[in-house]
């Protein structure tokens, strides 16, 4: 069976996986998950994406991001991100050959249902594995420096979202913490890993339709 378009949108949120080719490991020690970062944090500005959360796993990343009207630089920046991930490995551990999956899985997100869902999605991932107790105890997630406990916070873009969680900075790093630490229902959990792993839209019917209207194309799989 052909595979699915990939679907991508200026503007919207966009919530990425790409994997190591095997599940390899692909961040073996400090250096290589301060690389990638320092990277995504480089690329964006080059690409005009923005980023809104990432989550730096073992053998795979997490990333939201969105395009903007030129949404050829979410290629370009998946594409950067990878080959300079791999030139460094490769340099490394004397080899060649590649290092991620060939394909990278994407789902568009409805900003002002999922948006602040993906983000926490993403950045329980190592809650969800056990490799640690909370959010704030793992170094290589967007989630301190989004709570403000990070000294290198001001390169993440904030979402009109996360805006409206308080009126004060301070506020909205609380309200969002508390966002975090809720218990995440079964339903939600369900909804955003199938729209990942089927290459779907994290979002409503309405929301279907809506990306349908503007992509101009039919999503043949809604549920």
């Not at 990070?150 to 508390?178: A, I, M």
Request: hydrophobic share 35%; charged share 25%.
């Amino acid at each position: 069976m052909p595979r699915m378009g990939r679907v991508v949108l200026p503007n919207y949120p966009h919530h990425i996986v790409q994997r190591g080719h095997n599940r390899q490991v692909v961040f073996a020690a400090p250096e290589d998950y301060q690389r990638y970062v320092g990277n995504l944090r480089e690329l964006k500005e080059a690409f005009g994406v923005k980023v809104y959360a990432y989550c730096l796993m073992t053998n795979h990343i997490h990333l939201l991001v969105a395009p903007s009207e030129s949404v050829a630089g979410l290629g370009q920046l998946m594409k950067a991100l990878a080959a300079r991930a791999t030139r460094y490995r490769n340099r490394v551990e004397g080899r060649t050959g590649t290092l991620w999956e060939g394909r990278y899985k994407s789902s568009v997100v409805q900003s002002e249902r999922y948006l602040l869902a993906c983000c926490r999605y993403i950045e329980l991932n190592p809650v969800r594995a056990d490799m640690v107790a909370s959010a704030a105890d793992y170094p290589w997630s967007s989630y301190n420096a989004r709570v403000g406990c990070s000294p290198d916070n001001d390169w993440l873009d904030v979402d009109d979202c996360f805006d409206v969680l308080g009126d004060t900075k301070q506020d909205r790093h609380e309200s969002y913490k508390s966002f975090v630490n809720q218990a995440v229902s079964n339903d939600e959990l369900k909804t955003i890993r199938l729209a990942l792993q089927r290459g779907q839209l994290t979002g409503t019917t309405r929301f279907t339709d809506e990306v349908e209207r503007i992509a101009g194309i039919r999503i043949a799989s809604r549920g």
